[in-house]
């Protein structure tokens, strides 16, 4: 007969809804009937009924908690708010009924009282069946980071360096699986019978039997359900759930294909690294630095593209600057006064074909982040160019058909960071210059010419 | 009459295509209610909005400048289109075994479920009618018709096994140009200014130079589909005219004109302030736009300026219309900021039916009138510091056959017909990995055996490089999401660095 009592416990969720209902009400008449105190008798009604059958939610609560292995960490708070809504719904039905000693207590202490822990009781419980996050599941992530909550990233990393050393059913499948699948196909919440937190629970498959068919993903139930449609009812994910990606896919294809072995390595199966570059991390910046400064005003933007300058962010969700004087062939050292605005923010730098000359570089030094600049067709010589030197994330200048002296080249060799130069048709062309061998830094002097091949 | 009729019909035909029966059953439903809410809501709006002195709205100007989804790894795109599809087993498909069956006959197998353009009954199979070496340090193959190339082999990325499943020019053009081949849908350069803009206020975005002739499918490849007709190519000429309809008429000095453009547009800001339809805006910075062009077009179409070892390394042909001038011309387009440039050289159909188009003599002239002015393109870019932010990309609209043309049953001279299995292409420029080969094709250059890439995936490559993810990247048309991959395309991450 054991079984009555699992049975019972099993009762839980639908008995819990009874004192919600009853509780609610009996509060909403509360205050309807707060001045004219004309229906006591109703509203004592509601709580007898209310305490009631929150003693029987409390009762098959307890028997659900201690027959189906619910962790106490998990349970307590619902638990012991629980007996506490019991409580204070228990005392308000006996101050309604004028027993001597709860006549005193105040029935508006008591009725804020239920309200709060009755709702944090029905959360709480609501958060053992559909999970902690589900409500916060569905808000967007702005919204969540505004709320202070932690915005996980959907998609896991791989190390482009170490991927190869590791299993690939723990350190890709899984992972994959966790993010995707885990949620509804776990020990407290098991969808159709499936478990797919570990290795068993994937190989003994669902109700429906086993979902892996090694060395045949096309027959493979999982990989049926997840190149379903997404409309369709078996689809998997489900279609409010996110979805899988592409490259997701693939790999959870090969793994099966190969036999869904549990231990062995992504090298010892032999898989290209190929397969996994979308689960690298994306590099962002490219060669420009990797830091986000606060986005730039408007109206510090609008204020550099009401002079001519071409002003963008290097992509659209980046606060670094690109800017280019490419529409402005009059732009001069004095107009340059103007970059000064966004010296934290401008990497890259296009003042080439414009009039500037050497007392740019007053100017240049302060653009802090400044990794690309052109200064191409234009008359610097190059007197003064070592300012530049402290910019630590100056990768590349561009002096084609420029000016610059052989003084000025040589100054070029000590900066730090530089990796390429393009001197291209230098007007200075008297002497040549000697470059050492021991320089990091690319020079590119360009002149390559075609012979007359006739062969 | 006949061209006033013409362009009714073609009036009528634009229209037709913005009311499709997605249209027809959506306003069924909600015409009539629409179009009396529409009246009420029209008399709420009041007064009519300012306009900042500059702008970079792209209500105002269609072209201004946005920036790219994700970081681009190049600024600009020169694709230089060989119409006619050269032969990939004359220039970078090295097959010796071919050479083995030179004149026999082709086995029947290679043959069955096969459709040719030309081919009829057995043909012979052809060796390649060239010789190779490997070149460079990378030690890849190339054509002794190409002695420029080896200087500029280790910079490109060859794609050996492109597929396309159209194997008639026309089609097979507009598939590798706008993603589609039938008509109506937007070009390369189209979707590329119209995700971008472009950075030089005083040229267009998206330029087509031509040599030899116009492309089999006709303007349509840098036309702009569905998208607003500020995107389609602009064709500028090395020959005449830089731009057609561009100069003033005679006896129109340029103070004048000057004079003509702002009364008229007055007039026009007359209308916007009255009615706020910012079309107009629009239409005053096209006359604006093209009032500059009158100067700046002329001026970057100009290469006599150029010193002459440049014009020396291109082997320019001043004052005519060549394909050296028009590589030369790409570059200082792109140094101008220009955002897309597109070289058609005509002439690359080599079947063998005439001395034109024989393997041994039309092609070999191709050959030689393309390979200096390609590797002196790739050259001057990378000694200006624009290589790496440039993508070149490099090839036809479809392959060859390893067999022997024989159209009529006749045997001409050696020439090849159109194959869409199996063909070679090049990218070189920003992010693309120097030196890279991927993609194989079998012992006879048939059918590619690994690492085979269709057209969608090329574009979708095109499109990453600049910032795009050719999936997020669409247009609404017809009541829908249209992209230039359409349903496919894959980046093809194994030539990128």
Not at chain 1, 112 to 129: A, M
Not at chain 1, 379 to 404: D, P, W, Y
Request: proline fraction near 6%; charged fraction near 20%; include cysteine.
């Amino acid at each position: 007969m054991e079984f009555l009592i699992d049975l019972l416990g099993r009762f839980h969720p639908l008995i819990v809804h009874l004192p919600i209902g009853f509780l609610f009400l009996g509060l909403m008449m509360m205050v309807y009937d707060r001045k004219e105190n004309k229906h006591r008798k109703v509203i004592r009604f509601a709580f007898f009924w209310g305490t009631f059958s929150t003693l029987g939610a409390a009762l098959t609560g307890t028997v659900l908690y201690l027959r189906e292995g619910y962790a106490w960490e998990d349970v307590q708070g619902h638990l012991i708010l629980g007996i506490l809504t019991f409580v204070f719904s228990f005392l308000l039905y006996l101050q309604l009924k004028e027993f001597t000693p709860f006549k005193k207590l105040s029935p508006k202490f008591l009725g804020y009282g239920l309200v709060f822990v009755l709702t944090i009781t029905g959360h709480l419980g609501g958060n053992l069946t559909h999970g902690k996050h589900h409500l916060t599941d569905p808000l967007p992530p702005e919204l969540k980071s505004a709320l202070g909550m932690e915005v996980v990233s959907r998609n896991f990393v791989l190390s482009p360096e170490t991927h190869q050393e590791l299993p690939l059913y723990s350190g890709v499948i899984q992972p994959i699986l966790d993010q995707k699948c885990v949620s509804c196909h776990n020990p407290k919440k098991t969808k159709g019978e499936l478990l797919m937190h570990n290795y068993n629970g994937i190989m003994d498959g669902g109700e429906e039997g086993p979902i892996i068919l090694a060395l045949n993903a096309k027959n493979s139930e999982i990989l049926k359900r997840i190149h379903l449609p997404r409309d369709e009812k078996k689809h998997m994910p489900p279609k409010s759930k996110t979805q899988l990606t592409k490259a997701e896919i693939k790999v959870i294809e090969q793994w099966v294909t190969l036999g869904a072995p549990e231990k062995k390595t992504v090298a010892e199966l032999g898989l290209s690294s190929q397969l996994f570059t979308s689960f690298f991390p994306k590099d962002e910046t490219g060669i420009y630095p990797d830091i986000a400064p606060k986005p730039l005003g408007n109206n510090f933007i609008d204020s550099l593209k009401a002079t001519g300058l071409q002003v963008a962010p290097i992509y659209k969700t980046s606060s670094l600057l690109k800017v280019s004087a490419i529409n402005i062939p009059a732009f001069d050292d004095h107009d340059a006064m103007v970059l000064l605005q966004a010296k934290d923010h401008i990497v890259d730098l296009d003042l080439g074909q414009t009039q500037i000359t050497n007392a740019i570089f007053e100017v240049l030094q302060e653009l802090n982040n400044l990794t690309v600049l052109k200064l191409d067709y234009t008359q610097v010589t190059g007197k003064g160019i070592q300012k530049l030197k402290s910019l630590s994330h100056l990768k590349e200048i561009n002096l084609v058909m420029s000016a610059l002296s052989n003084s000025g080249v040589e100054d070029l060799f000590s900066f730090p960071t530089l990796e390429k130069v393009y001197l291209f048709g230098l007007l200075d062309t008297t002497e040549i210059v000697e470059f050492p061998d021991t320089l990091k830094t690319v020079f590119e002097l360009g002149n390559y010419q075609l012979n007359d091949t006739s062969d | 009459m006949d061209k006033i009729r013409k362009l009714l019909a073609e009036q009528r035909s634009i229209e037709a295509q913005f009311n499709s029966r997605r249209h027809f059953i959506k306003d069924c439903t909600l015409g009539l209610g629409g179009l009396a809410l529409g009246s009420f809501l029209n008399s709420c709006t009041s007064g009519s909005p300012k306009i900042p002195a500059y702008t970079t709205d792209r209500s105002l100007n269609p072209m201004s400048p946005l920036p790219a989804p994700f970081l681009p790894k190049v600024k600009s795109v020169i694709y230089l289109h060989m119409v006619g599809a050269p032969s990939q087993l004359e220039l970078f498909d090295y097959k010796p075994e071919l050479a083995k069956l030179h004149n026999k006959a082709c086995p029947t197998s290679l043959l069955d479920s096969k459709k040719f353009a030309f081919i009829q009954g057995i043909p012979n199979m052809l060796g390649p009618q060239a010789t190779f070496k490997r070149e460079g340090e990378t030690g890849n193959w190339v054509s002794n018709h190409l002695p420029h190339f080896k200087k500029i082999v280790d910079e490109v990325a060859f794609l050996k096994a492109v597929h396309t499943d159209q194997f008639n020019h026309g089609p097979a053009q507009m598939l590798m140009h706008t993603g589609s081949p039938r008509n109506g849908r937007p070009s390369l350069g189209s979707w590329v200014t119209y995700g971008l803009g472009s950075d030089n206020n005083n040229l267009p975005g998206f330029v087509v130079l031509t040599s030899g002739g116009t492309p089999d499918a006709g303007k349509s490849v840098w036309g702009s589909g569905f998208l607003p007709s500020v995107y389609q190519g602009v064709q500028c000429r090395s020959k005449g005219d830089p731009v057609l309809y561009l100069k003033d008429p005679k006896g129109m000095p340029r103070d004048l004109k000057k004079k003509v453009l702002e009364s008229i547009n007055d007039i026009n800001f007359k209308e916007y302030e009255k009615f706020g339809d910012p079309e107009v805006l629009t239409r005053i910075n096209q006359y604006e736009m093209a009032y500059r062009m009158q100067v700046s077009v002329p001026e970057v179409m100009d290469i006599d300026k150029e010193p002459e070892t440049i014009k020396q390394m291109y082997g320019v042909k001043p004052g005519k219309e060549s394909f050296a001038n028009n590589c030369l011309l790409a570059r200082k387009m792109v140094e101008q900021g220009v955002r897309f440039v597109q070289l058609y050289d005509w002439g690359w159909d080599s079947h063998g039916a005439s001395p034109d188009g024989a393997l041994n003599t039309g092609f070999v002239r191709k050959c030689k009138e393309t390979d200096r002015p390609i590797a002196a393109l790739i050259l001057d870019l990378k000694q200006r510091g624009l290589l790496d932010e440039t993508l070149i990309v490099w090839g036809g609209e479809f392959g060859r056959t390893p067999m022997w043309e024989n159209r009529l049953g006749i045997q001409n001279a050696p020439g090849r017909d159109h194959q869409g299995d199996a063909f070679t292409m090049w990218m070189a420029g920003g992010g693309i990995k120097k030196g890279a080969v991927h993609g194989k094709t079998d012992e006879i250059g048939y059918s590619g055996i690994e690492g085979r890439v269709s057209v969608h995936d090329i574009q979708a490559t095109i499109l990453h490089q600049l910032g795009f993810d050719h999936e997020q990247f669409t247009y609404n048309f017809q009541g829908r999401p249209f992209r230039l991959t359409d349903v496919s395309g894959r980046v093809i991450d194994e030539i990128l660095t």
